[in-house]
């Protein structure tokens, strides 16, 4: 199986959907949210490559409908217990420290995929920004 495609670009969900979606996609039409981590599990379940530097992706709400394209800055693949201060807080999510982050996170997953997430957890780390533009609700491709 592989992530849906717009135009010929991967699609970014954020979160779950509802409400966490919602909340998490206006932060980063905001400008304020600007990484995002998922585990390096999920890439290998569903056979896709991990984002590359300039890569573009659409950022799709809960219908799978665009709202905006990002632009992939930096990648990087760390153990979840090295993730640091620096990501947590370009996550924009809310959180006070790493070990907030970190706690917020871990709950996060075992709702969300069942998965107990340990330190040493592959996670794929994601630094972006929005591309401005006329398509897809103020970006282009």
Known sequence: MTWPRIAGLRTLELG???EM?????????AGRKRATAG???EYEAENEDVETVGE???????????????????????????VT??????????????????????????????????DDEPMVLIWLHLVPGPEFGGVTT
């Open 16 to 18: 779950t959907p509802g």
């Open 21 to 29: 979606r919602q909340r998490l996609t206006e932060l980063v039409l």
């Open 39 to 41: 585990r390096l599990a």
């Open 56 to 82: 573009r992706l659409v950022l799709v709400d809960d219908d799978g409908a665009a709202r905006a394209i990002v632009a992939v800055d930096r990648v990087e693949l760390l153990p979840f217990g090295a």
């Open 85 to 118: 201060w620096e990501f947590a807080a370009a996550e924009a999510e809310g959180d006070e420290s790493i070990d907030e982050w970190r706690t917020g996170h871990r709950r996060y997953f075992k709702a969300a995929d069942g998965i107990d997430i340990g």
